[in-house]
């Protein structure tokens, strides 16, 4: 894939849907097969064992044909009967809380500034103070703003208030590590078009033993979204509903030159940390670059140190310079970025470094945006 006539890979560094290789969008084109048989099987088994790796988990990995708000809501729907705490720090978090609401619950909501990660021992005292809660809804890397927030410390939080702790991991898992198992996170999703560096339309998600435990007895799970069905299909090595397979064709062949599939997983491409420490370098180089032109062009990491996604840099402009002017001018020099979204929409634009991009292929990115900031005027006055 390319963008504005630039050739070959690497010139899509939207925070999402992210650049995807001409090997992995080949794969798409293998020829159907019925989802019921053997020879699906198979596919979706060797899907599940690489997915297993990207989440660090023992547990099946959900395989859902719908993007990643189709399993939030099975999250909440599925989830204890009860309040829903909602922390929000940006466009994606409230999103959460509105799809709570959405499903009938009732939703209470702790505020984070925007451009911040949770502080879990504000979520602690707000836990301890009142009412129980049943769940609590966060996201780990709030892609409005770029803030990543310590979730193993929120779902402890949560834990030790009895709450499950549903994570939205949409522009973080693959890229930030993340232990689910080991952390003891209730449910963790992602989409396919983030930091796994797929086509969009797939989500995906590990629940805990204690969360399925939960969701067996949960009034209107639904039928679409019941992860109880999910879960026994899984068993099956089968989706409940008719899978998108040109899609699971994609997933398996990235996943073969990433995590692996079959065989020995060390032998894979870019086993998961790895993966994270690419990531965790690309972000490095981007901030390091903002760093450096700040001076020049007034330009600024919105979310503060310690508290940075790997994935996506959300890049403050000063007072009187566009952001669609900004991202046009990259545009035109081969490149794409995203926009100001949510609270930043006049006042940021954003970087996405994730999924398969490069160093080098980073370095032509921020030199396309430093001309732009010039040619649009940053700083000057």
Same mark, same amino acid.
């Not at 980073?362 to 005027?377: K, P, R, Y």
């Given at each position: ?49 690489? #997915? ?8 099946? &990995? ?89 979730? &193993? ?7 030790? *208030? ?25 449910? &963790? ?8 560096? #797929? ?103 919105? *979310? ?78």
């Amino acid at each position: 894939m390319s963008s504005a006539g630039a050739p070959g890979f690497g010139t899509f560094f939207l925070p999402g849907p992210t650049e995807v290789r001409p090997e992995v969008l080949a794969a798409m084109t293998r020829p159907m097969i019925p989802h019921r048989g053997a020879e699906f099987e198979a596919l979706y088994a060797r899907c599940d064992a690489g #997915l297993r790796r990207v989440f660090r988990t023992a547990r099946p &990995v959900f395989i859902s044909s719908s993007s990643a708000t189709g399993l939030m809501e099975a999250a909440v729907r599925c989830a204890p009967a009860g309040r829903v705490l909602s922390v929000v720090n940006g466009a994606f978090s409230d999103r959460f809380a509105e799809i709570a609401r959405a499903c009938g619950r009732d939703v209470d909501v702790l505020e984070v500034p925007f451009g911040r990660g949770a502080d879990p021992g504000d979520l602690a005292r707000r836990l301890a103070a009142g009412p129980r809660y049943a769940a609590v809804t966060v996201a780990h890397s709030e892609t409005s703003s770029g803030a990543l927030t310590d979730v &193993v410390a929120v779902g402890e939080a949560a834990r030790a *208030a009895g709450a499950r702790c549903l994570v939205d991991s949409v522009t973080a898992l693959g890229a930030a590590p993340l232990e689910t198992d080991a952390s003891g996170l209730d449910f &963790v999703l992602t989409g396919s078009q983030k930091a796994l560096a #797929l086509p969009p339309g797939l989500a995906f998600a590990a629940a805990s033993a204690d969360y399925m435990a939960d969701a067996r007895h949960a009034a209107g799970r639904g039928r679409y979204f019941d992860v109880v069905e999910f879960e026994a299909f899984a068993h099956k090595r089968q989706t409940p509903n008719t899978p998108a397979l040109p899609l699971l064709y994609a997933l398996e062949a990235q996943l073969a030159r990433t995590v692996g599939v079959d065989g020995d997983p060390e032998a894979a491409s870019e086993p998961a940390p790895a993966r994270w420490a690419r990531h965790a370098a690309l972000a490095a180089q981007t901030h390091a670059w903002v760093d450096e032109h700040a001076g020049r062009f007034g330009v600024g990491v919105l *979310a503060p140190a310690g508290e940075r996604s790997p994935t996506v840099t959300a890049v403050t402009l000063p007072a009187g310079v566009e952001p669609a002017r900004v991202v046009a001018a990259v545009r035109t020099r081969g490149y794409v970025v995203g926009g100001g979204y949510g609270a930043g929409k006049g006042t940021t634009f954003r970087v996405g470094h994730m999924g398969d991009h490069t160093a080098d292929g980073l370095a032509g990115c921020l030199a396309a945006c430093e001309a732009a900031l010039a040619e649009v005027g940053a700083g000057r006055g």
